[in-house]
């Protein structure tokens, strides 16, 4: 096989062969294909795009690249969760001990933060002490301890997918359905779960900015994961608005700790919820949809799940006294809000602009490797639809020391839109696929 | 400008402003742009296209990448011809002398064989002695005192193209219109003569397999070289046989000097006076077209032009004996006949696989760098519509020592279809561009 004869395949709109597929992601690890070569078949693939058979044939070459995590020798349905990643998207903290909490195992491994806001490892570690760099070995153990572990994905864990990711970052082709699509389920296909809950994110502040998008990468992933044999289902959220109130680490922490007391923002509860329930009949836990929002609902307001949380960070490592006393949390030193510039209602509140001015106060990173300010973020005060007078707090500022303070307003306010009416109400859960 | 962001425009299927041309351009060359950024863009054009505004400012950052060479001290009008190169294509050997003998200055530098059969500067050197590699002093001296002078493009014309064009040879980037045409139009700026002919071939032997693809390339060629200033026409050529009967470096210095001596095939002969007089118009030596050919034939006719290339022979350095005396060529120890496998007409001489045919006997390159065999090829002696009887030769392979005979005789009899009727005829010139 010459590799040109497949990029010009490519090109031309046709399709590529199991071989093809498996030489791209060999020689793209073992040297054989020169960056420039993978660069232009990357370009060809998002501009033609590939075929539900392409594209599982190149998830399985990406998790053979590497190891499979083997939970063999973990009790328990194993049920997955992904979420493609939103500002303000801190589900998982909640929804891995709620879902343990009512009996279903959760191995989470998860990615850093890429885009504007931390990622949920970044997200764990601010708290103190908290380990994200188990070994597999003693992840196992705290899932059959606990139910739930919430660690990074290991080295050896489809390098494939690291080597064509950093290429694919400098050359314009993240964008396509196919190239997500294998990314995201060569990592959960080679972490072990024998089932998986997708939530796909929508909107301005996701990867897919439109409903169809959103629905077509959902299918994808779910067809994906059907062929290799996964007990896979999607669900479609809306991330127009930050998910929640707050937007920064130790911020979204605390947002955790809450809507495990039962006190959380209603669009976070509500994506929890639902999603939490269909891990659940996934698991084989409950086979019907309404007992299983029932059951979810129980284990997150009678405070099982937030016991369950307190475990699963004492045995990683972290401070479980966080649960109780916030103060144990990094806090930043300073605040400023954004006020209404004039009398209305809260029209929007765009995630995308929302999440680069928490990154710009230190809560994301602007390339891999940065360092991360656990303790700066924003809190919204005044989420969509909310009456205003002039002068009200809209948005709260967690700075340090001024730090990207003013560029962090003027974003804020670039985001927030005042108008005369109530804006028209939205469901957060937009659709599904099973 | 980030080049990642010019990168996405195009991929978008955006326009891609000087600004962003240029940047790319020099990046290339001055390592800012790392290959497999360039690769990825390079895809995006081939998929995307450029429009004519795109396509001329790339020439232009082209041309700026090297040096230009200075004519301005070369009397009389100076006319270029360009072919995009085919399957027997000897044209440029003839008509150079040609056109200098009707009184227009011919200045011609000459890329490499790149595809199946030899190129120009190939065929040249298979003559004893002739020298390609002139210095440019050397090279206007020659076209003072001959009027025609053939050389290799010198290292310092636009390096970018020498760098380009090896990327896009290994990533399946060649086949794009704007891609090419900003290619051949940058090297012919870079030349330095006011006025250019194109012959944009077209068919089974050619770069370009449709009309209507050789048109859009001839358009896009002639609105580059009118934007930069130059007068610039096109002929579009039939490629879907070998042009001529010789294909092989020596065989067709052979066939250049019959048809400078009056005895050539007659669509060589056809397209070297449609060119010629296209020249002679262009060069203002001729304002009347009808006029320009007899011109041109009367040159052909006298002698003139045969003076006048043996003239340009011995300047470069070869033996001007070879235009009486073939025995001082190269000649191929043995040789082979195809013969007909069935009494018939001839239908087809499909000039890839003819081409394909007589580089494996030794006359073109694998890759570049490889050495060629001047002696061998392949002389067609059933040309489209004859007649034959079973066992008549169809083609004769010279060859040396048997190198490649066998592959080469099977791609003869694939290149040839014997019917029972006489194929319609076809008109070698088949489009012009003014």
Tied chains: 1, 2.
Aim: proline fraction near 5%; charged fraction near 25%.
């Amino acid at each position: 096989m010459r590799f040109i004869d497949v990029i010009a395949r490519k090109r031309d709109g046709h399709g590529l062969s199991r071989d093809d597929i498996d030489g791209f992601v060999h020689g793209v690890l073992n040297g054989a294909v020169p960056d420039y070569q993978a660069s232009a078949l990357l370009m060809a693939i998002v501009l033609r795009g590939m075929d539900d058979q392409e594209t599982s044939w190149l998830t399985e070459a990406m998790v053979r690249s590497g190891d499979r995590v083997d939970l063999s020798d973990v009790a328990g349905a194993t049920v997955g969760k992904h979420s493609t990643g939103g500002v303000g998207d801190k589900v998982s903290i909640v929804l891995a001990p709620l879902a343990a909490a009512c009996g279903v195992v959760v191995p989470k491994m998860s990615g850093r933060g890429l885009g504007h806001t931390g990622g949920t490892l970044d997200k764990l570690e601010a708290i103190p002490g908290f380990r994200v760099d188990l070994p597999v070995e003693a992840f196992k153990q705290v899932l059959r301890d606990v139910g739930a572990c919430i660690i990074g994905q290991t080295a050896s864990l489809v390098p494939a997918d690291k080597k064509l990711y950093a290429l694919r970052d400098v050359t314009a082709t993240v964008e396509s359905i196919p190239l997500i699509a294998a990314s995201v389920m060569s990592k959960k296909l080679a972490e072990g779960s024998r089932a998986l809950v997708l939530d796909v994110k929508c909107g301005d502040g996701a990867f897919m900015k439109d409903a169809s998008s959103a629905r077509r990468l959902a299918e994808t992933m779910v067809a994906i994961g059907r062929r290799a044999g996964l007990r896979v289902e999607a669900v479609v959220t809306r991330m127009d608005e930050p998910l929640g109130r707050a937007v920064g680490n130790a911020l979204e922490i605390i947002e955790c700790l809450e809507t495990l007391k039962g006190a959380g923002p209603p669009d976070l509860t509500a994506v929890v919820e639902r999603l939490g329930a269909r891990m659940l009949v996934l698991g084989g836990v409950e086979s019907d949809a309404a007992a299983a929002v029932r059951r979810v609902r129980d284990a997150r307001l009678s405070g099982r799940a937030l016991a369950t949380l307190a475990r699963m960070i004492e045995r990683q490592g972290g401070d479980p006294g966080v649960v109780d006393d916030y103060t144990r949390l990094p806090a930043a030193p300073s605040r400023a809000v954004v006020e209404a510039w004039r009398p209305g209602c809260v029209m929007e509140l765009r995630a995308g602009a929302i999440g680069r001015a928490s990154s710009v106060l230190g809560a994301g990173r602007a390339r891999a490797g940065d360092a991360i300010d656990p303790a700066v973020g924003i809190v919204v005060a005044a989420p969509r639809g909310a009456e205003v007078v002039r002068g009200q707090p809209l948005v709260e500022l967690h700075h340090r020391d001024g730090r990207g303070l003013d560029a962090a307003a003027a974003l804020c306010r670039e985001a927030i839109e005042i108008g005369d009416e109530l804006p028209p109400p939205r469901e957060i859960v937009i659709g599904e696929v099973r």
